[in-house]
């Protein structure tokens, strides 16, 4: 069963369409996780999912070759030099499962673009949103129109001090709010209290909102995960 039983046990559906981010802090095993899921529901397909990445780590072939090897995956990988480029990309592969590595770093590469050309933050800001959220507004699209999935990767950004996250997180996604409307499900990742585990929360979701708070503990293990705590419900602040 492996990750197929993790997103059951927290109460996601994967049945297309759907569209599902996927954020936490670095290295805890995002873009494993992500890869691992896209390639189980790709194998359905019979046709391999393809990785649609901005983030820089992914020109460095053993990063791909540790990425293949843990999550026992096939994949294709497209760089998006330039996020002008990011609709064509993503309607060239509108049959297969995709996932967008990460969120973040597209936002940051959008920004850079901009500073370049001299602009003011204050002027960026607000454009480089309303980017972001058309073009996760048409990823939206293919993913209905052809009946398939999407995972997006994206970073935490701590909100500590000043709100709890939908109540209950610390953490949370570093990407425009806006983007949560085009989404079904907000997953949450973090190391869990051994470090050798991660922890996998629904911090929201759409078709099933009485699943929210859910968590569930794992580890990746032989290319695939195994469930070593399951239920565990998130206090939530009110």
């Given at each position: 069963?492996?990750?197929?039983?993790?997103?059951?046990?927290?109460?996601?559906?994967l049945?297309?369409?759907?569209?599902?981010?996927?954020?936490?802090?670095?290295?805890?095993?995002?873009?494993?996780?992500?890869?691992?899921?896209?390639?189980?529901?790709?194998?359905?397909?019979?046709?391999?999912?393809?990785?649609?990445?901005?983030?820089?780590?992914?020109?460095?072939?053993?990063?791909?070759?540790?990425?293949?090897?843990?999550?026992?995956?096939?994949?294709?990988?497209?760089?998006?030099?330039?996020?002008?480029?990011?609709?064509?990309?993503?309607?060239?592969?509108?049959?297969?499962?995709?996932?967008?590595?990460?969120?973040?770093?597209?936002?940051?590469?959008?920004?850079?673009?901009?500073?370049?050309?001299?602009?003011?933050?204050?002027?960026?800001v607000?454009?480089?949103?309303?980017?972001?959220?058309?073009?996760?507004?048409?990823?939206?699209?293919?993913?209905?129109n052809?009946?398939?999935?999407?995972?997006?990767?994206?970073?935490?950004?701590?909100?500590?001090?000043?709100?709890k996250?939908?109540?209950?997180?610390?953490?949370?996604?570093?990407?425009?709010?806006?983007?949560?409307?085009?989404?079904?499900?907000?997953?949450?990742?973090?190391?869990?209290?051994?470090?050798?585990?991660?922890?996998?929360?629904?911090?929201?979701?759409?078709?099933?909102?009485?699943?929210?708070?859910?968590?569930?503990?794992?580890?990746?293990?032989?290319?695939?995960?195994?469930?070593?705590?399951t239920?565990?419900?998130?206090?939530?602040v009110?």
């Open positions: 069963m492996g990750v197929f039983e993790l997103f059951d046990k927290l109460g996601v559906s049945n297309p369409p759907k569209l599902i981010v996927i954020y936490g802090e670095a290295m805890v095993g995002k873009s494993t996780l992500a890869v691992m899921l896209a390639d189980r529901i790709s194998q359905k397909l019979q046709k391999k999912p393809i990785i649609i990445y901005v983030e820089p780590v992914w020109d460095d072939p053993e990063y791909q070759s540790f990425i293949a090897n843990v999550t026992k995956a096939k994949f294709e990988v497209v760089k998006l030099v330039d996020w002008r480029q990011f609709n064509s990309i993503v309607a060239g592969f509108r049959d297969r499962v995709i996932v967008l590595d990460s969120l973040s770093a597209l936002v940051t590469d959008i920004v850079s673009r901009f500073t370049s050309m001299g602009w003011d933050v204050r002027a960026i607000p454009r480089v949103n309303q980017i972001t959220v058309t073009l996760i507004h048409f990823m939206r699209l293919v993913v209905n052809s009946k398939t999935v999407g995972i997006i990767v994206a970073h935490a950004s701590s909100s500590a001090g000043v709100y996250h939908r109540g209950a997180y610390e953490d949370r996604p570093a990407i425009p709010r806006r983007i949560l409307h085009e989404v079904d499900y907000e997953l949450y990742m973090e190391i869990g209290e051994d470090p050798k585990t991660r922890v996998i929360s629904v911090v929201a979701n759409r078709i099933n909102p009485f699943a929210e708070g859910m968590s569930v503990t794992f580890t990746f293990k032989d290319g695939d995960i195994e469930i070593t705590q239920g565990q419900l998130k206090i939530r009110v």
